[in-house]
């Protein structure tokens, strides 16, 4: 085999692996070792080379950025299941109802809010699933107009900080978290705002798709309403604030601000009696769960990486990504295409990690802002969480709605918001190169 076969061919060989079903983790360490082996007997490859893989690993084990993860998680998962969800559902549909679409809109807003307090797409998707979706059916709301809601307001997790995709990519980039999270405010507050100008519009165009809820409903006087603001919606504002701020006024790193969330859940849930020992053991397993699986990928894919740049893969890749036609456009295009068509078959923290650390070198010399990089990926890989027939929020959606709702359905809702997405992802480009 030449020089330039190695690198495609580990490409091949993985994603062969991969989609059949094979754990992603071991199937990255799996095609590393096969070529190391192979390699190694061609004299393209020296064992040597794996003496550093212990090293690697245990710098992963102690990278203090990725110590960020289990906290958002667990702070995530303690309001989650502490009933955040319901309530804040109840109190905004309160507040739009008696507008036409206003119960839309609503779960758009309730949305973004739990985005910005979980920062997990699975627990949002399913519990705007749960609670969501039954309300708005049964107030008449168009099937698909309701599903397409849901699916998307879900999804804003992966770009409203302090989203996990968000810390997972500033550790891959190289570059600071807090940093990522400033300059994803502007593409999330876009994405939530063109939703709600989308329900809005079909509200307009369509009143018996989105109606206004009847009015007994939201009737239930001002100091009713004003209690269940201030219950349900004012202390999770102010966790949010306080987490994100003490992140952008530089009082306190990613980490340090994720330990502050997961105590002030916690404290949240004790303040609404909901902080119980079956919910802290939930919230604990689903935190040891995803951390380990994200520890596992980042062993898998060092691995990976290493015997890639042991048979010049890198080289190859970054010959072939650096001279493109159209240069730093052409390579953004390339890249957010098959990020895009990856997003169809596996999760957002498989392409991190085997995506994002082979196109840092060619990127950086392209010129391409890589915190700016990072925001326009978090966004790409929104849109694939919707993608029919594989989008992973689609999935999430499928395991809470009726059986009597097709899966056919879903995926039609979705259509309208993965084209505002991809114009999200087109204008971000567009606007950086002045086109």
Excluded at 50 to 74: C, Q, W
Aim: with cysteine; glycine share 10%.
């Amino acid at each position: 085999m030449s020089d330039g076969i190695w690198g495609p061919a580990m490409f091949v060989v993985a994603l062969v692996i991969i989609f059949s079903g094979y754990p992603v983790a071991f199937a990255l360490a799996g095609t590393a070792l096969l070529f190391a082996f192979i390699g190694s007997i061609a004299g393209h490859f020296d064992w040597m080379l794996l003496r550093a893989m212990p090293e690697r690993a245990f710098g992963t084990m102690s990278n203090y950025t990725l110590l960020a993860i289990p906290f958002f998680i667990f702070m995530g998962a303690v309001l989650q299941k502490s009933r955040l969800a319901e309530d804040l559902l109840e109190s905004i549909g309160i507040l739009f109802g008696r507008l036409r679409g206003g119960l839309g809109i609503g779960v758009v807003f309730v949305g973004a809010l739990l985005a910005a307090a979980t920062g997990v797409v699975g627990a949002s998707v399913t519990a705007m699933g749960l609670i969501s979706l039954p309300v708005m059916l049964r107030y008449g709301y168009q099937r698909e107009l309701a599903l397409g809601i849901i699916a998307a307001a879900g999804t804003l997790g992966q770009i409203i900080p302090p989203s996990i995709v968000l810390i997972v990519l500033g550790d891959q980039l190289g570059v600071s978290v807090g940093a990522l999270f400033q300059a994803a405010i502007i593409p999330g507050l876009a994405l939530t705002g063109l939703y709600i100008l989308y329900a809005a519009a079909i509200a307009t165009v369509r009143p018996k798709a989105a109606p206004a809820l009847p009015r007994e409903v939201y009737d239930i006087g001002g100091a009713e309403i004003a209690r269940k603001v201030f219950t349900s919606l004012i202390p999770p504002l102010v966790l949010i604030l306080v987490v994100l701020g003490s992140i952008f006024a530089g009082i306190a790193t990613p980490t340090e601000a994720g330990a502050l969330g997961a105590v002030g859940a916690m404290l949240l849930a004790l303040a609404n009696r909901q902080l119980t020992r079956k919910i802290l053991d939930e919230a604990t397993n689903e935190t040891s769960r995803l951390t380990i699986m994200v520890v596992f990928l980042l062993i898998g894919s060092t691995a990976f990486a290493l015997v890639l740049r042991g048979l010049n893969g890198d080289l190859w890749l970054h010959d072939v990504l650096t001279n493109l036609p159209g240069g730093a456009i052409g390579f953004l295009i390339v890249l957010n295409l098959i990020v895009f068509l990856l997003g169809f078959f596996i999760d957002f923290f498989e392409i991190c990690f085997i995506i994002v650390p082979l196109i840092v070198a060619p990127a950086a010399s392209l010129g391409i802002d890589l915190t700016w990089l990072g925001v326009l990926l978090a966004v790409n890989m929104q849109s694939s969480f919707l993608t029919p027939p594989f989008g992973f929020a689609l999935f999430y959606l499928r395991g809470v709605t009726p059986p009597t709702i097709p899966t056919t359905a879903i995926y039609r809702g979705a259509i309208p918001f993965i084209l505002i997405q991809i114009a999200v992802v087109t204008a971000m480009i567009l606007l950086a190169f002045d086109l």
